[in-house]
């Protein structure tokens, strides 16, 4: 069974690419991160990951953030920033070891802090 995960993207307006995840990510779902996450870092500027709005990140989904952030390294980019960590995946992160990985910001109070409009899904279940 497929859990449910959607994906968008947005830009901010000092030209960050964010990628909006809500849902589950999981081992059935990690594709689909993985890919939108590799399309992304190779184009992006600098990239933000939003998951205030998942659910559970298991270990699959960190192999796939530990993946990309190693990859926009190689590129000579930014780390990826993780925006609106909740306290569980915070949690997740320091037990791993992980958290010295991704910087953190926390998620806008107000939709106004996005940029001018929101790309459409990425992908949907």
Same mark, same amino acid.
């Given at each position: 069974m497929e859990t449910a995960l959607e994906i968008t993207r947005d830009r901010e307006r000092d030209g960050r690419? &964010?990628?909006? &995840?809500?849902?589950?990510?999981d081992i059935h779902t990690v594709p689909r991160l993985r890919d939108a996450l590799s399309e992304? /870092? /190779?184009?992006?500027?600098?990239? /933000?990951?939003d998951v205030s709005g998942a659910?559970?990140?298991?270990?699959?989904?960190?192999?796939?953030?530990?993946?990309?952030q190693r990859r926009a390294a190689e590129l000579g980019k930014p780390p990826i920033t993780l925006r609106g960590v909740r306290p569980l995946f915070a949690?997740?992160?320091?037990?791993?070891?992980?958290?010295?990985?991704?910087?953190?910001?926390?998620?806008?109070?107000?939709?106004?802090?996005?940029?001018?409009?929101?790309?459409?899904?990425?992908?949907?279940?």
């Amino acid at each position: 069974m497929e859990t449910a995960l959607e994906i968008t993207r947005d830009r901010e307006r000092d030209g960050r690419t &964010v990628l909006v &995840v809500r849902g589950e990510v999981d081992i059935h779902t990690v594709p689909r991160l993985r890919d939108a996450l590799s399309e992304q /870092v /190779v184009r992006a500027t600098a990239l /933000v990951l939003d998951v205030s709005g998942a659910v559970l990140i298991d270990a699959a989904g960190l192999r796939a953030l530990t993946a990309a952030q190693r990859r926009a390294a190689e590129l000579g980019k930014p780390p990826i920033t993780l925006r609106g960590v909740r306290p569980l995946f915070a949690k997740t992160l320091h037990l791993t070891g992980l958290d010295h990985l991704f910087p953190r910001e926390p998620a806008p109070a107000f939709a106004a802090h996005r940029g001018p409009a929101a790309a459409p899904a990425l992908a949907a279940a």
